[in-house]
């Protein structure tokens, strides 16, 4: 099993940024994949960005690309998403994710933190 942290949420008004990280412990030998999710409320869980752990090529959703940054540091087990510009359609809980195969589904998930965007 691999367990996933998130950290760095919070609070900002419209146009601000935050950075959040993910932490990965336990089971991590052979991640081929982390990845960055969020739930609106109301609304169903979306893709917001990934990042292969070899290689670290990126993609990101539409609605966020240009303001948002997904990074890794494989020394740290850490995946990290810089969210600059936020927007009051960006509030919502984000959701770091873990697979070890990349055409697979998501196998593990961290508990969340909470991202909140003021007008």
């Known amino acids: 099993q691999a367990q996933l942290v998130e950290s760095g949420g919070g609070s900002v008004q419209a146009g601000g940024s935050l950075r959040l990280s993910c932490a990965a412990s336990?089971?991590?030998?052979?991640?081929?994949?982390m990845g960055w999710f969020r739930q609106a409320p109301g609304k169903e869980r979306e893709f917001v960005a990934s990042i292969r752990w070899s290689g670290g090529s990126t993609s990101y959703a539409d609605s966020v690309k240009g303001r948002f940054t997904i990074s890794r540091d494989n020394s740290k087990n850490t995946v990290y998403l810089q969210m600059n510009s936020l927007e009051p359609e960006d509030t919502g809980v984000y959701y770091c994710?873990?697979?070890?195969?990349?055409?697979?589904?998501?196998?593990?998930w961290g508990q969340g933190t909470q991202v909140t965007v003021s007008s």
């Open positions: 994710a873990l697979k070890k195969i990349v055409v697979a589904k998501y196998d593990f």
């Open positions: 336990g089971r991590t030998v052979s991640t081929a994949v």
